[in-house]
């Protein structure tokens, strides 16, 4: 069954897909009228709905069922040191794919350039399209942050803060547990400068605990990806035990 994005706001009456999400529907996939669909909005809603009609580059909709995902109990928010990467789009489709629940860019000492004011359209649309390759329906929120000062002090918010350093011993390494314990659990990466002692400084200061990925000096968003990978499995792994309890 195909899925598509309709934002939250368009969920009511008369329920209509447009732009990119109908041409897909229309031209790409050629959908009739008809065939039920899945629609999700990103805050975890799903639906299945009917084609009623293609009109005007419009794909109108008749739901049949429509239910809501519970919120994760356990969210984790990466904040990622900004950096002028390709490899960026990398990141936030796994983050899709891998159930972050923020990703966070700020702006450090050894960062190439800074942050944009707001997250870009075609970051959105990344989000989007792995959120319906994966049947998550919930998508990771974006925020960008100026600098070491504001992710601090937005830190106040999370009982559990980490943050990632290569010089960290390895004896003291990260687990999926360590990136759990909380409702709320936010991982500090540098740039792919690395953080300075300083930055390091503040932030212990600050109720950050420090801890390694290994003997090996990973790359920004191999690291990203391996945080989310250890916090993804250990979410289903609880969930599996709930199962079988």
Not at 68 to 82: E, F, M, N, R
Request: with cysteine; aromatic share 8%; charged share 25%.
């Amino acid at each position: 069954m195909h899925t598509f994005y309709l934002a939250p706001q368009n969920w009511k009456p008369p329920y209509i897909l447009e732009g990119q999400e109908a041409i897909h529907l229309i031209k790409v996939l050629r959908i009739r009228p008809g065939t039920t669909v899945k629609l999700l909005d990103g805050k975890g809603r799903l639906g299945l709905f009917k084609l009623e009609q293609v009109k005007k580059k419009k794909a109108y909709l008749q739901p049949v069922k429509i239910w809501s995902q519970d919120t994760p109990v356990k969210k984790i928010s990466l904040a990622l040191g900004w950096n002028r990467s390709i490899r960026r789009s990398l990141i936030l489709e796994k983050a899709v794919e891998l159930k972050a629940w923020q990703i966070i860019f700020w702006r450090g000492q050894f960062s190439q350039g800074r942050p944009a004011g707001a997250p870009k359209d075609n970051w959105v649309n990344r989000l989007i399209a792995a959120a319906k390759q994966s049947q998550n329906p919930w998508l990771p929120e974006i925020l960008n942050l100026s600098g070491l000062s504001e992710l601090i002090h937005y830190a106040k918010h999370f009982k559990q803060k980490i943050v990632l350093w290569e010089k960290c011993s390895p004896e003291n390494i990260l687990t999926g547990q360590d990136l759990s314990r909380e409702e709320k659990n936010l991982v500090v990466i540098g740039p792919e400068g690395g953080l300075s002692m300083d930055e390091i400084n503040k932030l212990t200061q600050n109720g950050f605990q420090i801890f390694s990925l290994g003997t090996s000096v990973l790359r920004w968003e191999t690291a990203a990806i391996l945080c989310l990978g250890l916090h993804y499995l250990e979410q289903e792994k609880e969930e599996a035990l709930k199962l079988r309890s």
